[in-house]
DNA sequence: TCCGGAGTATAGTTATCACCTATGGAATTC
DNA sequence: GAATTCCATAGGTGATAACTATACTCCGGA
């Protein structure tokens, strides 16, 4: 059974006739007539009377018909979902961010997004990096935007921004006024840090680590302005990328002068696979 | 698109893999990777994410896939439709007989079809000539029981039966012994017939007119039994096909000898037209 | 009863295309 | 880094749907 033998079927059940059915379906009419022949062999019945000046239907034509219509307009209706489904403007993107990132960062991102595609579906969701990794491996999102080092093969990374780090002081610090200031120079102090989980706490850590200083925390917390108001009431020093700086008061920032003590952004994807055109309008929004 | 590449599509999306889905569909790999790769570029989107371990639905894929199982599905539905038509023994078979033929033939057709296809839907239609003529055409019954002569090109005739005529005459009457007679030797009698439009009043007065008797005509009705029993009541007299004769002890039944009164009974069904298991069933049973 | 017209089937040819085998190339595993 | 596992590409072949030309069948009119 074959599409274009439904389609035939279909016209002369239509037109009443082999000939007229061939011209509507802009073929020869022995073409058409071999073609119903061949499905009539395939279904073991016949499915035309055909009597000298007209054919009609036979009772398992009658049957049939109602069938192959439905099947031509089911393939139209498969071609039809596709097609929406590339194109649609409506679709929906989710992304996941790590908290460290969030509030910085994604208002930013979404804005301009939301305004360009109101018809879009954005979605998103703020987890620390195992969760999104995972996320993006079982598709319950579509991108995550995190922070180097990653070492997953099976995902496709793509930088948005590096940031340097800042040293948080309490504004009467020693070294509150420097310009910059090295690790080592903070050999010995007191740190206040983001909680197990959080990737910029292993990412500081390892700044330190590299820097041969080996920090003791005195206090954790799951955010950044929560370390910040902990620098300002004396009770240690803090690390942060420059986006998170508030400008609070009883601080100074300072910048990190070592190599090492930059973060990355990027925007991370599943190796491979396909993405919708919003997918790919936040993708492209989120790069420039 | 082609009902294999939907095949295909589903094969790749059951086993997650070409080469899985090759196999089981006893193809060689290059081939449905073809095909795939051709029913991607017809549709204008990516149905699969190639990667290298495995290969996932695209999201065109998804909402593809669902129509194209629903598509082979219905194409086995109607494959299967038409099976049942052509082999089903609960099929449907309408036959009209004219009310000179029905109590007559009618129960001895019947009862032995309906044992040996209980399951059958057999409709009987009593109507005179034209209307059954009619009805075939539209199709609204299959079969035909009449009487010639018939001259209708589109039906086709199956001779069932040739009978004599019998003329039915009071038991007083002067050629009640005789053993048979002549349509000539009657004329001058008064007739009892059937009304008009009946097709046995037509060969009836035709015959008498071959044998140049122009029958006076004393009484008319729509049944054999009645014209019996005017006979009797010494009316006139009548011709009857042997099938109607019922032995009434005021009459006494005559076989007519003229070549040309005879009545054939037979079958006919719209030429050209194709018969269900059940119809050919009935046609094969009256026909022995 | 024969002819013409309308309609479908058959014959023979051509071109397309689905299939095959062999091989290339990418990703993953050991 | 070699072996393995996939999918894609290349080139050749056979099946088949298309075409043109023609035969056959039915039907209405002369």
Partial sequence: MEFHQLRYVCAIAETGSFSR???????????LSQQVLKLEDDLGAKLFDRLGRSVRLTEAGRAFVPHARSILNQMEAARATVADKSADVRGSVAVGVIPTIAPFLMPRYTAGFAKRYP????????EMTPVLVESLRNLSIDIAVLALPLR???????????????????????RAGAKSLSLKELRGESFVMLRDGHCFRDLSIAACTHAHVTPRIAFESGQFSSLIGMVAAGVGISLLPEMAIDRNPGCRYIRVSDARATRTVVAAVLRGRSFNRIQQAFLAGIQK
Same sequence: chains 1, 2.
């Fill in 21 to 31: 059915a061939a011209e509507r379906c802009q073929v020869a009419q022995p073409s």
């Fill in 119 to 126: 018809e879009a579906n954005l979605r998103i969701v703020e």
């Fill in 152 to 174: 997953h093969k099976d995902l496709e990374l793509i930088p948005l921004h590096t940031e340097p780090l800042f040293a948080v002081l309490p504004k009467d610090h020693p």
